[in-house]
């Protein structure tokens, strides 16, 4: 609907397991992000990627990596979670400032459940 | 950094009335300002957003106005429906670059009943 596809949908993964989130953009963005939302906080920004290159990294645990293999594609590398990662993670994209470069466009998000 | 707090948590008005969410930013130096709308199992929304060289915006039964003195900006939803009730989120942003850095309210849960 929005242009920007995540999967899973859902994932319930052991605290030992390595898993990874796949987001994808339709719209010809440039830059892509990483939320989590958490029941009863603001979504937290992870990481930011602008033309592929990282550029924001909210001190996140290093148990979570991204990667941006083109502008289309992002992932987030999960491993070794704790249960209290557990929470819904939405990736976004936005084009750059040489248009609007600010509205930002969410997937519907994958619910992630860590035992 | 940039703090964004919004008000109500919960809000429950009936069909047809008006219905408005709060939100306080504390960077002088933020510039934009996007509502966004949660459904259910969906990810957020945009319905409207206002930059800070206008003090006012509208888009049928929504509008939003913004005080940059004050650092406030207001969601306002007039003949509120049903399909209205979900999870409304406030942000702010100082990003103009290629990418931009959105700050976010804790949410308004608004309940339109019949």
């Known amino acids: 609907e929005t242009g920007v596809t995540q999967t899973p949908r859902h994932l319930v993964m052991g605290m030992t397991n390595k898993k990874s989130l796949k987001c994808e953009q339709h719209?010809?963005?440039?830059?892509m992000y990483w939320y989590k939302q958490s029941a009863k906080k603001p979504l937290e920004l992870m990481f930011v990627?602008?033309?592929?290159?990282?550029?924001e990294n909210n001190s996140v645990p290093s148990r979570f990596s991204p990667e941006c293999p083109n502008s289309s594609h992002l992932f987030l590398h999960l491993h070794t979670l704790q249960p209290e990662d557990s929470a819904l993670y939405l990736c976004?994209?936005?084009?750059?400032?040489?248009?609007?470069?600010?509205?930002?466009?969410f997937g519907p998000g994958t619910r992630l459940t860590v035992l | 950094g940039e703090n964004v707090e919004q008000h109500p948590s919960t809000l429950s008005v009936q069909e047809g009335d008006s219905a408005v969410i709060k939100c306080t930013y504390s960077?002088?130096?933020?510039?934009?300002f996007p509502w966004y709308k949660q459904e259910l199992g969906k990810g957020p929304q945009l319905i409207i957003d206002?930059?800070?060289?206008?003090g006012e915006k509208k888009d049928q039964r929504i509008a939003v106005t913004l005080n940059k003195t004050a650092k406030h900006f207001s969601l306002h939803i007039t003949e509120t429906q049903p399909e209205d009730s979900a999870v409304y989120f406030c942000?702010?942003?100082?990003?103009?670059?290629?990418?931009?850095?959105?700050?976010f309210g804790t949410g308004t849960r608004l309940q339109v009943t019949l």
């Open positions: 976004a994209s936005s084009q750059g400032a040489r248009t609007s470069g600010n509205e930002q466009f």
């Open positions: 719209l010809g963005h440039n830059a």
């Open positions: 990627y602008s033309l592929e290159e990282r550029v």
């Open positions: 960077d002088s130096a933020s510039n934009y």
């Open positions: 206002i930059r800070s060289n206008v």
């Open positions: 942000a702010a942003s100082k990003g103009t670059g290629t990418a931009s850095k959105l700050t």
